[in-house]
């Protein structure tokens, strides 16, 4: 089997830094995807990458940039640190796009803002 | 996009009592319907899915029901355990939008 590996697991940050997330897959997956989980609610996308050095917008892209220089690595930025912003970022892959192929998460990364 | 949502948020109940989440979409060319558990500290695994040529699919106990016309879709744990305490994501959509999650408890 495969793992995703996200790193840093906790990212403390100041107001308006701009914080770079890692995620390194070895499922030689295609597609790989970057999701915001606010505390107890749902998965919302920020980007996703179908392949190496392809780059789609989600819902939530606003805020953060993205790179996929390589296929097995998908890293996201947040371009200006919001104070006291508190969240969760999960890094997912799968073979193809979404539909109909399962997702597999990373442990997540914890970001604090202060 | 896609919207997907989920109902309840939070869900309480008794162990060995059945638990339903309900869930509905909006893209009518959805085909693929997944649920993903997430227990507390732990990413998000998938644990049944269904695709839209069935109406029903059981794993052990749990039962995933569809209705293509309604679009909505639902989860049904049966027999609930303590260890089905967990975060409870629905999914549809070409890029997969995933519902706002229910937070199920089971009561010893």
């Excluded at chain 1, 609610?41 to 996703?48: A, T």
């Excluded at chain 1, 969240?87 to 970001?111: D, M, P, W």
């Amino acid at each position: 089997g495969g793992i995703i590996t996200q790193t840093p697991k906790f990212l403390i940050g100041q107001e308006g830094q701009k914080l770079t997330l890692k995620c390194q897959q070895n499922f030689n997956h295609d597609t790989m995807y970057w999701y915001r989980q606010d505390s107890g609610k749902g998965l919302r996308l920020i980007y996703y990458s179908i392949t190496e050095n392809d780059l789609q917008k989600g819902d939530l892209s606003e805020g953060y940039d993205a790179s996929r220089e390589k296929k097995s690595s998908f890293s996201l930025t947040v371009t200006s640190a919001q104070k006291n912003e508190m969240a969760v970022f999960l890094c997912a892959s799968s073979i193809g796009l979404g539909g109909q192929n399962t997702l597999y998460f990373g442990a997540g990364t914890r970001l604090s803002v202060l | 996009g896609e919207q997907v949502e989920q109902l309840p948020s939070i869900l309480r109940v008794q162990e060995g009592s059945s638990a339903s989440i309900n869930c509905s979409y909006e893209d009518s060319a959805s085909n693929y319907f997944p649920w993903y558990k997430q227990e507390p500290g732990e990413n998000p695994k998938l644990i049944i899915d269904i695709r839209s040529n069935m109406e029903r699919k059981q794993i052990q106990g749990l039962i995933v029901l569809l209705d293509k016309k309604a679009k909505r879709f639902s989860l049904h744990i049966t027999d609930t355990q303590p260890g089905d305490s967990a975060m409870y994501f629905c999914a549809s959509g070409a890029k997969l939008t995933f519902g706002g999650g229910t937070r199920l408890t089971v009561r010893p």
